[in-house]
């Protein structure tokens, strides 16, 4: 059902940017978001320019790489499916931008000329405070229903913490994030030393508050 609600949404999506693009007087299309490409599919009527962002088919061969027998099948097919929406991306415009080298050189083999653009960050906002950090807490943030992000989270609660307590009983681990997964808050329920706070407005205070920002990501790009 989420899938048919998927395509019919994305067939309204085309047709209102075919009318918008027939009436309006623009010089240029910035298309961002690899799942919609069948948006702009075959229009050529302006000049396209692709915010690639990062490499899918990067992160989905990573991805693969830490299936369980039974998942691997539908991550091969989800990995498959990237390098074809990556190929026709790169067959429609030659006008790329790319957030990291790393991932234009994992998507453009040989080296292609196409812009990178990283992110940015205001080191004023983000200087730690005088506060102290706590000696026995360790963070993680991030938006933790992406998968990368539930992933690193539930290696971190199943597999690295438990080690961490044989030597440091005491040890917190805060989970810092919007959209927990429900698998997420399974995994840190068994374990009290886990907190996870779900949204928060400022995440300073806790990095400031913790000596360990931990980021166990076992498939990424960006």
């Known amino acids: 059902a989420q899938r048919l609600?998927?395509?019919?949404?994305?067939?309204?999506?085309?047709l209102r940017f075919l009318a918008l693009a027939a009436e309006g007087s623009f010089d240029l299309v910035l298309f961002h978001g690899k799942a919609v490409y069948p948006v702009i599919d075959g229009f050529h009527d302006l000049p396209v320019v692709v915010d690639f962002c990062d490499a899918t088919t990067l992160r989905?061969?990573?991805r693969l790489r830490h299936?369980?027998?039974?998942?691997?099948?539908?991550?091969?097919?989800?990995?498959?499916?990237?390098?074809r929406t990556e190929r026709r991306l790169l067959a429609?415009?030659?006008?790329?931008?790319?957030?990291?080298?790393?991932?234009?050189?994992?998507v453009l083999r040989d080296g292609g000329r196409a812009a990178v653009i990283p992110n940015g960050i205001d080191l004023d906002y983000w200087r730690r405070g005088a506060g102290e950090p706590r000696a026995n807490r360790l963070v993680f943030t991030g938006v933790m229903d992406y998968p990368p992000n539930e992933d690193a989270a539930l290696?971190?609660?199943?597999?690295?913490?438990?080690?961490?307590?044989r030597s440091r009983p005491d040890i917190e681990l805060y989970l810092v994030g919007m959209n927990p997964s429900a698998a997420v808050r399974a995994a840190a329920?068994?374990?009290p030393a886990v907190n996870v706070t779900g949204f928060v407005k400022d995440l300073r205070p806790y990095m400031e508050e913790s000596s360990v920002y931990v980021a166990p990501l076992r498939y990424a790009s960006g």
């Open 189 to 191: 329920a068994a374990n």
């Open 92 to 106: 429609h415009t030659r006008h790329l931008a790319f957030i990291s080298h790393r991932d234009r050189a994992a």
């Open 60 to 62: 989905q061969r990573e």
């Open 67 to 83: 299936a369980r027998l039974w998942q691997a099948p539908w991550r091969l097919a989800a990995y498959a499916a990237a390098c």
């Open 155 to 165: 290696y971190l609660i199943e597999q690295i913490l438990p080690l961490v307590q």
């Open 5 to 14: 609600a998927e395509r019919q949404a994305i067939r309204r999506m085309r």
